[in-house]
């Protein structure tokens, strides 16, 4: 964990901060521009731009000009904050990426993986995994998540579960696993890459929600401190970075790093912001030196927020319950007893409240908490809690869903479709919209993924079943949303067709 490296040379080297250091000094030189971005460090912003960002912020808005260093090719200042970030999250190297940690999936596949090779992943994924097996031209197989019925979210993969898929697939070249959840389900990360250590294949892990792990002891343990290869964290989720930026970490010789490295040049812009990379910079100062203080700060109003929810009647609140770990920063509510699906109850506290959550689903709402939040924050969310728990209130549907989720509950589930091309294959393939009753028996050539519980029913290259059709028309009836189809009424579905 990095609390334990926090030694008097560890702390002197991460208080340097070279990117942030040098885009100051670019600044406070007053060089005249003849370089884009086209406002020439604020000169020619528009009142409402230099209103919303203000004079220093647009001064820093440059890319690579001299002295600045380059992401793709750094010598100097990015590459010696890489160095730091590298030691602060316990990497062997670590990129910044200015692409969001969408741009790090897709590389860590690219690099991994050539066309035809076979890869065990997830079901339940963010869809960059799917775009990485599109550009690497890999076939998956699909690990099935544990899902929570009670709550209506899949949690983390299981070893047992990828084992069973190394057996059934011999020649997989890799594994990749989601950990952390949306939900804050973590899985048991060191038993997993103890396992496909002893396969020689590397553990990629999509750890987009835990740049923040192993700064405090009451936090899960980060990824690469449980033995993964090559990991991906949003810092701008959790840590105090500018939104798409994101860190790329690897350990270990199983990952070629040029070849990673050449998918990020290929991947990632040739005019980063080094308002986005500065940003970087600062937040892994901030969580090298501070890490333990600010978090231990959130994670006890994260247990306030809980203590209190679980006082309030009709609001029920998502624990660790069958999670291998969880990360207690995560408030999952859910507020169905009232009547109240997710997405309702995410309205009611945006538009009668002003309090803006992450995401809701058709059952929960997610909030999260970071040392941002100040104490008046918790209680303004306390009191609008209360509120919604004794007086419910006009945003709250009359029917609610919950028969809905009874009914689905019911629903046997029908099986994953049987794989006819990889995802690149369907992907370069021609297709056409037809109505969902012509398309049994078709390849589908969409990413169909009913919510809940947010795992992709229908592959691109998967063939439609009857079954498959059933299950879908059953849950369109009972209100579920579904995501991915590019016909919004559900009357049509695209599948591919001979060249």
Known sequence: MIIKLRDSSFIQRQEETPLYSAL???????????????????????????NLMGERALAADITQVLDMDDIHRPSNYTKRAQELAAECFGAEHTWFLINGSTCGNQAMFLAVLNEGDEVIVPRCAHRSLQAGLIFSGARPHYVFSPYDAETGVSLAVEKSELERLQREYPRTKAWAITSITPYGACANVADIAIAAHQHSLPLLVDEAWGPHFGLHPGLPQSALHQGADCVVQSAHKLLAALSQ????????????????????????????????????????????LDGESLWGRALEHAEEVRSFIRNLPGLSLMEQGAAFDYDKTRVVISAVELGMDGVELERTLRYRFNIQPEMSDMRNVVLVITPSQSGEDINRLKEALKEIASAPHG???QEGIKGSLREVSKLEFPGFPEQILSPRQA???????????????????????????GIPLICPGERIGCEHYEYLQALNKMGIPIDGLSDETLEYVKIIVAA
């Not at 393939?429 to 049994?440: E, F, H, T």
Request: proline share 7%; charged share 20%.
């Open 24 to 50: 100051c000094k670019y600044i406070d030189e007053h060089n005249v521009p003849f370089h884009m971005p086209g406002h020439m460090q604020g000169r020619g912003a528009s009142a409402g731009l230099l």
């Open 395 to 397: 945003w709250i549907s």
């Open 245 to 288: 930026a994101s860190l790329l970490h690897v350990r270990g010789n199983l990952v070629d790093r040029g070849r990673l490295h050449l998918a990020l040049r290929m991947l990632e812009s040739t005019s980063p912001s080094y308002l986005l990379l500065a940003s970087l910079d600062l937040a892994r100062r901030q969580a090298a």
């Open 427 to 453: 992907y370069f393939s021609c297709s056409k919209a037809v109505p969902w009753k012509r398309a049994v028996g078709e390849i589908c050539a969409e990413l169909i993924t009913p919510y809940p519980p």
